[in-house]
């Protein structure tokens, strides 16, 4: 790429472009909804600022796909979404409080209630307002992490008075394995989840809901009304097999600042980690781990220019990488040119493994110096 074009492509003030497709998101969502069948619904989980890759253009873009319930973690999160989308039933995992819920109430949000304190705090809020309030209930079922335990569920089916002037959506709990379909903690929590719903028949929730991604490949039997799926929506892999049903949605690449060729064999970067031989050519990225590429991923990731491995090496460091391109033309390495971190034939999940993580924490990540592009969906 001749040295100018990197100005023409408008990525000159930052170290890289994140390039984020906004139909394949949609596309996504469409392939999962496919799988459920016509009488569960497809929610969808944008949390932390939809996996990192921007609450407003992914829900948008999501909306605009048929998406009519969503998922966020925090209060802040789902009134920043409220604004967006004014007619969407906007869910919050993390729950209430009474600091919340005088917020929550008025933005329209529905808090998943995960322990009886929540209960009574959105209890409480209806009947301030005098009015009923939509809620969703979590039961855990081998998690321990949020969600009511069999004993509060047993209770609570003993105590109906507790939800008046609630009106129970859903119960929900979540999987923990579900990537890994042999895993019997499945089956274990899906028997566990009926039993708790037929305990609280009583309080008549309108629907269940037990599916994040990975729980969408188990299976019908999964199901149920309502499938909570985030991270296939972006592209990462629901399951353990080598090939993704899903459609990749990023591509990073990082940008070229500078192009050694080594004439006296030495070490490159913080600790002297590799050691270049005479005639390798460095090239310097102006990406680091500040930008969420991790540090782990030092030595051991790849990134590629038309199609050809140029291995990171080195130290990943706070803004820059060192990779080497001794492989590729010179003319393909100068100041400005963009060598592919994340794209077709490197995806989140390989980068991930590299890293020794997995795709949610990269995607979660990535740099907020970036310089960002939306394709398609409702971007301009
Ligand atoms: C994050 C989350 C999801 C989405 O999980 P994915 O594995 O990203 O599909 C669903 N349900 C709950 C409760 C979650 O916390």
Redesign the pocket.
Known sequence: MPPSDHRRRGVSGAGALLTVDLDAIAANYRQLSGYLGPSTECGA?V?ADA?GLGLEPVAGALWTAGCRSF?V?LTQEGLRLRELLPDAAIHV?NGVDADTAQEMAAAGLVP?LNHPGQLEAWAGEAQARAATLPAML?VDTGMNR?GLSAAEVDALAGAPERVVGLALDAV?S?LAC?EDPDNPLNGEQLARFEAALKILAPLRPRRASLA???GIFLGAPFHFDLA?????LYG?N?GTSDTSPMSQTIKLQGKILQTRTIDTPSTVGYGATHRAERGQRIATLGVGYADGFLRSLSNSASAFIGGVRVPVVGRVSMDLITIDVTAVPAEATLPGALVDLIGPEHTVDDLAREAGTIG?EVLTALGRRFERRYLGGNAS
């Open positions: 989980v949390k996996y998922f973690a995992l998943v979590q949020l929900i979540h579900a994040n991604s990975s909570r799926p985030g991270a296939a990462i629901p949610y």
